[in-house]
């Protein structure tokens, strides 16, 4: 059987990537252009297209896939809303695309497409279940179940990120208070750091803030944690912790083989995920947990936009 290409196009805030991936999940072209935010969905659309059609396999791709971040109604293709694309609302993206282009379009979450390029790229044995997790400002999620990924009614399955932790924690943007993201989103903990260093002094987090006027990220706590400073250590530790009992929490229900950390957060690597491993231990059933492999992705900046081609395979 001949291969089949996809076109997959993962819609950033800052950039917009595009990809024709064949139906292993391997990526044969790509190429970028930046996000427009102020410009109207159908000029984005067709400068999207425009780059494509200078790919050399853009003639032989089957059906195109997009992910973007927010509120997406994967059913109809709909952006109900996006936080990268602030001033869209209820934009039928799936109608544009397939208007310009002729082909299929399928829109979705770009978590979901990022647990579906996780099961491609991360999960080599392509399990029958596995959880993606993106840690990055937001924390997002997305569930593949019988190698299909889930999305519930309403397109909003996998939402982890805004599951309850705390129920007298913090506002979220959700709405709710408390939400995972609220204590593992990354400027959250950059508060939480900010708050601890108001009674203490760290001289490894200074020089390191005095480095080209540096800001107080979750890459430079990870920095800081790397060379030794006890309170960056403290703040992944916190974060591992709030994480682990997020963890527990969806091993005890969904019982995965593989969950998949990605997104820039997970690059600290031992210092969230030891912390966030104990906590799993204390509270998840040990028959699940014992089975569930937690790796941390080694293609996150590829996720998205295999996942949207992958989308596309349907
Ligand atoms: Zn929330």
Known sequence: MPKRFYLGIDMGGTHIKIAVVNSEGKILEETMTDTDVEAKPLDIAVSIVEKARGLKHYSSVKSIGIGIAGDIDCFRGFVRFSPNLPKWKNVALKSIFEKLTGKNAFVDNDANTAAIGAFWLDAK??????????????????????????????????????????????????GNKGCAETFIGAKYLSAYAKELLKNRKSEIINDLLSQNNSKLTPKLLYEAAAKGDKTAVEVWNY??????????????????????????ISRTGKFI???????????AFASA??????IVSN????????????????
């Open 299 to 314: 293609y996150t900046q590829k996720l998205g936009v295999v996942g949207a081609a992958m989308l596309a395979d349907q």
């Open 239 to 264: 974060a591992g912790q709030k994480l682990g009992i997020l963890l527990a929490g969806i091993i005890n229900f969904v019982n995965p083989e593989v969950i998949v950390l990605c997104g820039g």
């Open 125 to 174: 044995a392509k399990p029958d279940s596995l959880v993606c997790v993106t840690l990055g400002t937001g924390v997002g999620g997305g569930l593949i179940f019988n190698k299909k990924l889930y999305r519930g009614a309403s397109c909003t399955a996998g939402e982890i990120g805004h599951m309850t932790i705390d129920p007298s924690g913090l506002r979220c943007k959700c």
């Open 273 to 283: 995920i030891e912390p966030a491993k104990k906590e799993i231990e204390k509270r």
């Open 289 to 294: 947990s014992k089975v569930c492999k937690i």
